[in-house]
């Protein structure tokens, strides 16, 4: 991505829309590269900012995060030497971000709304600090239904505490690769079903059936985004009765009767308000 001229305070971007479930990751990561653009002036690390933003929607409802990025100098480098691509690709630029980091700071916000805050907090850029950059959430995304993913190039605003900023507009050329998901949730989902059936000669007929599943229990041809969310219990038991057998048989009269009692109960692993927060968190 190269850009010129871009005013202090502003950015500029590139997207993709997808459709992605998340929730099975911990850890997303990205390669950055920084450097100036030829035939202009140069930049210092620090001048630019690279961000990241998954969301359902570009404005609304996302999160972000936000890293100062490290320039590369001219020169000639060795991609056979791991210190010599660390030049290129500094290890400071690394975006590398705790999926749940990104969900615990939606859940502070909202316990502050909770506990005596405005409403309007949901609209703002709510942000914490962390690794050497900022993350930020806006409205309620949900990382189990990402259907934006935008990364781009900011001029961060000259505040009265930015030192180093002159203000300026920029010009610089960066580069990402390898945006990729890590830390799979090994969590094994598992299931078992058990029936029993009681016959009393031609009297009764008795059977009861029980089961229970668990997150991560799906068929061989699921893939993991398709497969249980929730923790399902399920209980059934059935009669069938021949009445008629109390009575006197010279009657000659036939007097079935059938009886059935089920139950199913669901336990969902996500909350229902913040489908990308565990139930039990959010609660």
Known sequence: MT?????????????????LD??????????????????????????VNVFIRLGTDFTNHYYEYELPLIVTPPGVYNADNEASRR???????????????????????????????????????FFSSYNQGNIYVVGNPNI?????????????????????????????EIWVNELRMSNFDQTKGWATVANANLKMADLVNFNVTAGMSTPGWGSIDQIV?????EVKQHFTTTAAMNLDKFLPEDW??????????????EQPRFSPLAPDVEFDDYV
Not at 3 to 19: K, W
Not at 24 to 43: C, R, W
Not at 97 to 113: F, G, M, P, Q, V
Request: include cysteine; proline fraction near 5%; charged fraction near 30%.
């Open 225 to 229: 985004s398709e497969r249980q969310q």
């Open 252 to 265: 000659g009269v036939s007097v079935p009767m059938y009886a059935s009692y089920g139950i199913e109960i």
């Open 22 to 47: 998340l929730r099975q990751y911990g850890t997303l990561k990205m390669f950055v590269h920084a450097e100036s653009l030829a035939d202009n002036d140069p930049i210092e690390s620090g001048d």
């Open 144 to 172: 189990g239904e990402i259907k934006t993913i935008m990364i781009g190039i900011r001029n961060p605003r000259q505040t009265p505490s930015s030192a180093n900023d002159d203000g300026l507009p920029k010009c610089a």
């Open 3 to 19: 850009v010129c001229d871009l005013p202090d305070g502003q950015a500029v971007s590139s997207f993709r829309n997808t459709t």
């Open 87 to 125: 030049d290129v690709w500094p290890l400071a630029n690394d975006i590398e971000i705790e999926l749940k980091a990104l969900t615990d700071l939606k859940l502070k916000r909202d316990k502050e709304i909770l506990d005596g805050g405005s409403e309007t907090a949901r609209q703002r850029r």
